[in-house]
């Protein structure tokens, strides 16, 4: 029999990509199960095309369900994953609260599809959507190149910041429509009033800022990307300096790269070799204003890869600018992409409860 699915968080930001996906991606599927927190039990959700009822979450929403896909919070998963893999779910979670865990791989298909198999845990983590947003591409150059050093800037986007993120941005833009304000020191600020979920306004400006504050100035975001990059590359010593900034785009990370490598690189062999690689576009055509931006490549699967340059100073070191919608690959895709993994070698090996 095909396996039982459960998504869990359906009707959360991701949750609700991630259904749109298991409707339109290849169907391997038997039973798809919603799950939410009490408070949405009962609505219904189109999914395959039919309705679904969501059901609360509890132990017993985990009877006889194969893979069970996370996307609530940290805390949530953290007590919720263990429970569905111990009722005999592989988890795949996207949450922060595993990825680092020695006993929990850290997938990303295109890059490291073999980790999953290995999971003492019954848990496969998703890793953070900054780092999705650019590990594809830097994979497949890894593969060929050999990385030895990644500095990058990200410039995300604030859906990054949940549904919250994505209305405040909405409202401050309609404050300062039409207006003057970005003339004076502070104007924007005083103009915009709330900064909903962000430290600053974002409506006509920049953040460099995301996540939490953590030791010696660094935020979360930018440690995520440096300790995610070398798990998932297996690449423990990897050099990786990350600064996370965020702008005001709705949806869509994108970063510039610096990423340095073992040998000497030119750009024709970087193109080949992006090319080539599954889950990659390369648009990079300066001459014909052919680059990827945020606001083109919104809704779409790939990173796309654009400005592909050698460096100046450094013949082994390639400049880059990666975007990627940061709720597909960046979340949901991912995720979906993982489970499929899962469905497959269960698949070969039959689903354990029969
Ligand atoms: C952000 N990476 O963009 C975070 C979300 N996981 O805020």
């Not at 599927?29 to 927190?37: D, H, Y």
């Not at 369900?65 to 263990?82: G, I, N, R, T």
Request: net charge negative.
């Amino acid at each position: 029999r095909k396996p039982t699915l459960a998504v869990v968080g359906a009707t959360g930001a991701v949750g609700t990509v991630v259904l749109e996906l298991l409707s339109t991606r290849e169907d391997v599927w038997g039973e798809i199960r919603l799950v939410a927190s009490p408070r949405s039990a009962g609505r219904k959700l189109m999914v395959r095309g039919e309705e679904v009822e969501v059901v609360a979450l509890s132990e017993e929403c985990f009877d006889g369900v194969d893979v069970a896909m996370f996307d609530v919070p940290d805390e949530l998963s953290a007590q919720w994953a263990p429970i569905a893999a111990s009722k005999g779910a592989v988890v795949v979670d996207n949450s922060g609260a595993f990825r680092m865990d020695g006993d929990v791989p850290l997938v990303v298909p295109e890059v490291n599809a073999h980790s999953a198999r290995v999971r003492p845990r019954g848990i496969i983590s998703n890793p953070n959507c900054t780092t999705l947003s650019m590990i594809v591409a830097l994979g497949a150059l890894h593969a060929e190149l050999g990385l030895t050093e990644l500095i990058v800037s990200s410039y995300q986007a604030v859906s990054g910041a949940g549904q919250v993120g994505i209305e405040t941005l909405r409202d401050q833009i309609t404050k300062v429509a039409g207006s003057n304000l970005g003339t004076q020191p502070g104007d924007v600020r005083r103009a915009v009033g709330d900064f909903g979920p962000f430290p600053a306004p974002m409506a006509l400006n920049v953040v460099p800022w995301a996540g939490s504050l953590q030791d010696d100035g660094w935020s979360s975001e930018e440690l995520k990307v440096r300790n995610e990059s070398r798990k998932i590359l297996g690449l423990p010593d990897l050099r990786v300096s990350a600064t996370c900034v965020r702008v005001p785009v709705i949806t869509t990370h994108s970063l510039t790269v610096h990423a340095r490598f073992e040998r000497e690189v030119t750009v024709d062999r970087a193109h080949e070799i992006l090319r080539g690689a599954p889950g990659v576009v390369l648009y990079d055509n300066p001459a014909e204003g052919e680059f990827p931006t945020p606001a083109d490549v919104v809704g779409t699967d790939p990173t796309w890869v654009g400005r592909v340059r050698r460096s100046l100073d450094d013949p082994t070191a390639l400049e880059l600018f990666v975007c990627g919608d940061n709720l597909r690959k960046g979340a949901a895709l991912n995720t979906a992409q993982i489970a499929e993994v899962v469905a497959a070698e269960l698949g070969q090996s039959g689903p354990s409860s029969g």
